[in-house]
């Protein structure tokens, strides 16, 4: 794939991330405070950073488990239809569970997984989203604890990418063509 050129305009801080985690984690650990072990599901390959830095902040027993959707192909369109290319490994059924997500955009990825997490009976299942673009929205739903909410700006950094690059960049950018 040719790639555009672009340059990438910082959006939020590393520093205002891990700040903004600090507070959410707080409200998570309240919610949850009761649990025998909290089962927090990073939908891959986007949320592995934010929830590498979650967990460590959730004063909880945790359990960490993974699954992956596809949605985008390397590009910046979205797909309606949702694959699962990769299943929890452990069971949820009876469990207090966590989906964490990147971003809800179109809103298509996290409304799949819901229900299909919601047919395996779990005993309270809940949502985090770092990102929101809720005027992209085309399925009517929202993430329980949400970061930030953003314009309709294609961003990268902190495990989010464009075509597979940028995920390593500790915050996050909004991408802008130079050509
Ligand atoms: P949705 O199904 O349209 O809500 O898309 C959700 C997924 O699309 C997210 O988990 C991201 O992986 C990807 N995505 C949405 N917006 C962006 C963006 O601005 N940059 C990179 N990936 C994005
Ligand atoms: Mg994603």
Redesign the pocket.
Request: proline residues 0%; without cysteine.
């Given at each position: 794939m040719t790639q555009r050129p672009y340059v990438i305009d910082e959006m939020i801080s590393a520093k205002t991330i891990a700040a903004r985690i600090e507070d959410l984690c707080r409200e998570i650990t309240d919610e949850y405070f009761n649990t025998s072990k909290l089962v927090v599901v990073g939908?891959l390959r986007?949320?592995f950073v934010f929830i590498a830095d979650l967990v460590r902040e959730l004063d909880l027993p945790v359990e960490v488990d993974f699954l992956e959707a596809s949605?985008?192909g390397d590009g910046?369109e979205?797909s309606r239809e949702?694959r699962i290319l990769k299943d929890l490994r452990g069971q949820i059924e009876g469990r207090d569970v966590l989906v964490v997500?990147?971003?809800?955009?179109?809103?298509?990825?996290?409304s799949h997984v819901l229900h299909l997490l919601e047919s395996r009976k779990p005993a309270r299942l809940k949502t985090i989203a770092l990102l929101n673009?809720p005027s992209?929205r085309?399925v009517e739903i929202k993430a329980d604890w949400i970061g930030f909410e953003i314009p309709d700006?294609?961003?990268?950094g902190y495990g989010?990418?464009?075509a597979q690059r940028n995920r390593n960049l500790p915050y996050i950018g909004k991408v802008r063509f130079t050509d």
């Open positions: 939908l986007g949320s949605s985008y910046m979205t949702v997500e990147d971003i809800v955009d179109t809103g298509h990825t996290l673009k992209r085309e700006e294609f961003v990268v989010i990418d464009y």
